[in-house]
């Protein structure tokens, strides 16, 4: 429901996508998308917008009186409450965003199930001249992870877009994403478990992964040996042209590295990785797209993910999209 005021309420099975898709996106390249069970309301106003979540999942199992929820299942989350404002300027040149969240993970390990709670909050902001644009964000993670250890985590990135003319964009980022110091399982040699204080490993646990962190999903998809979340810097820079009407090409260059300090590595590079995507439009049902990837991983890489596959991976894929209007109508009221 929505009124002509702004006010909005939406209940039922929905995606989220707040800013840059960074913490809360869609991620619409896994084959099943991001849904949420969520309350939705709030204001859209044409400078200010406020929107509050509240999600609660339980499984139907009649279980320990039917209060343990299921991780497996579609949420990974037993609760969620989530608070996000955002304002523009007049001309929308600059944005600024602020977000609070609140989530209730459960640990059904124990006799009796405990949910640890853990919060985040932080800031996207953007800046977007005539023709060049500047972003940045910076959060905050706190709380208890799912098994009660003490969260002490952070995030910071920034953009710069620079569009020369319509056809042509040039744009260079950095990410930064905090992790631990110290493997939950120890690298080949050890013997046991190593203790963790706090854990210090910035979890992104809704955002958009394969839109920031590299076409091959090295990263906060494909976790490393034994959960381990060693952080990740992620420097990169590109561009896109379009050449003719309907044609798009972008390449981008990534150079990953590990965001602590290790004993047992050489080196804190992780690989480089080229990007290559070109898509067509036909006309406005059909489209078709292309895309090549080449990593070239370190001995870093290697170690953290326990494989002794050649360094040199390559990856290629080819997409066809159409998507046919079926049936529209009008209405038109005579009085």
Request: charged share 15%; no cysteine.
């Amino acid at each position: 429901m929505q009124s002509k005021k702004g006010l909005f309420v939406k209940i039922g099975r929905q995606e989220l996508t707040y800013d840059d898709g960074r913490i809360i996106g869609n991620d619409d390249w896994t084959m099943t998308a991001p849904t949420h069970d969520v309350l939705k309301l709030g204001y859209d106003g044409e400078s200010h917008k406020v929107h509050l979540l509240a999600a609660y999942n339980q499984n139907a199992e009649n279980i320990d009186n039917g209060v343990i929820y299921y991780s497996g299942g579609l949420q990974p989350y037993k609760t969620m409450q989530t608070l996000w404002y955002h304002y523009d300027t007049p001309k929308k040149s600059f944005g600024i965003s602020l977000l609070g969240m609140n989530i209730g993970m459960q640990n059904t390990d124990q006799e009796h199930p405990i949910t640890y709670y853990q919060q985040l909050v932080g800031t996207y902001m953007s800046f977007r001249p005539k023709h060049w644009s500047l972003e940045g964000a910076f959060y905050y993670q706190m709380g208890k992870e799912e098994h009660g250890m003490n969260i002490d985590a952070f995030m910071a990135s920034a953009k710069l877009n620079v569009k020369p003319s319509v056809n042509y964009i040039l744009f260079a980022g950095y990410d930064y994403l905090s992790g631990d110091k110290y493997f939950n399982v120890p690298p080949d040699g050890g013997i046991g478990l190593v203790f963790h204080d706090k854990a210090r490993g910035f979890n992104a646990i809704f955002g958009s992964h394969h839109e920031f962190y590299g076409a091959m999903d090295f990263f906060y998809l494909s976790n490393y040996v034994g959960g381990f979340t060693p952080g990740l810097q992620n420097l990169y820079f590109g561009g896109n042209i379009k050449p003719v009407s309907g044609l798009s090409i972008n390449a981008a260059y990534h150079y990953y590295a590990i965001a602590t300090d290790l004993d047992y590595v050489n080196t804190k590079t992780l690989g480089h990785s080229v990007e290559l995507v070109s898509s067509y439009a036909f006309n406005k049902a059909v489209s078709v797209s292309a895309g090549y990837t080449f990593m070239k991983g370190s001995e870093t890489m290697e170690l953290l993910n326990k494989v002794s596959e050649k360094r040199q991976l390559h990856w290629a894929w080819l997409m066809m999209t159409i998507t046919p209007k079926l049936f529209t109508s009008t209405w038109q009221d005579k009085n």
